[in-house]
């Protein structure tokens, strides 16, 4: 299957700083990525879907000021949690569609943990 | 939105066989996928159904019934590693974005 990358796979920052969570498809073009949030013992949350070149699409309730998604390339999206405060401490998964797999399959990224002091 | 309903937590043995249902109301029909996710990781994908009928491959099958909104994660000869959370997605709303549902807890035990 596809290799989907994300870096860093864990941050602890400072309350008010911002974190930025970079996304990778290693080895095909993403037509598409999503962003994810998970609360633990919950399930994946969809925060935003992003095409390449165009600006995300963000899920009712998600404070697109505070998540910005910039998918720049068709390879990488970041997302950057602004003035971070200890309630957005989750799980932040990406996953990339458009790759080798035959069914619209999603590839995930490992996650990264975010934890704000 | 779609309404995707599946067990907290099951328990089992290991060596026995053990299914996990799901059930999920939507229009727009595109899919339904089965996820194994360990504490901590990423989701991994299992399988993937958009016609009814059963779906073998290896020791895990799904089974999908669109009509009756429901499938069905089927695992045999259960192993200790097979101790993580279970998420069924669906498709709907004629979008290829999936919606999770909240995930089945299996703990398998020896």
Not at chain 1, 3 to 12: D, E, L, T
Request: charged fraction near 15%; proline fraction near 4%.
């Amino acid at each position: 299957g596809a290799v989907v990358s994300q870096h860093p796979s864990w941050v602890i920052c400072k309350s008010g700083t911002s974190v930025k969570i970079e996304c990778r498809s290693l080895d095909f073009q993403a037509t598409t990525m999503f962003w994810y949030r998970q609360f633990p013992k919950q399930s994946l949350m969809l925060m935003a879907t992003s095409n390449e070149g165009s600006k995300a699409t963000y899920e009712q309730g998600v404070e697109k000021d505070k998540f910005l998604i910039n998918h720049a390339s068709l390879t990488l999206s970041t997302l950057t949690v602004t003035s971070a405060h200890p309630e957005d401490s989750s799980f932040y998964i990406c996953s990339a569609a458009g790759g080798a797999g035959s069914y619209n399959e999603q590839f995930f990224g490992p996650g990264t943990r975010l934890t704000v002091l | 939105g779609q309404n995707i309903d599946q067990p907290t937590e099951m328990t089992a043995t290991e060596g026995a066989i053990v299914q996990i249902n799901c059930t999920y109301q939507t229009s727009g029909f595109n899919g339904l996928f089965w996820y194994q996710q360990h504490a901590g990781e990423a989701p991994t994908f299992l399988s993937y159904n958009v016609l009814d009928g059963l779906e073998e491959k290896g020791r895990f099958s799904s089974f999908l019934s669109r009509s009756k909104g429901y499938s069905y994660l089927l695992l045999k000869e259960l192993q200790m590693k097979d101790s993580a959370s279970y998420l069924c997605a669906v498709y709907g709303g004629g979008s290829y974005i999936p919606t999770f549902g909240r995930g089945t807890s299996l703990i398998v035990h020896p």
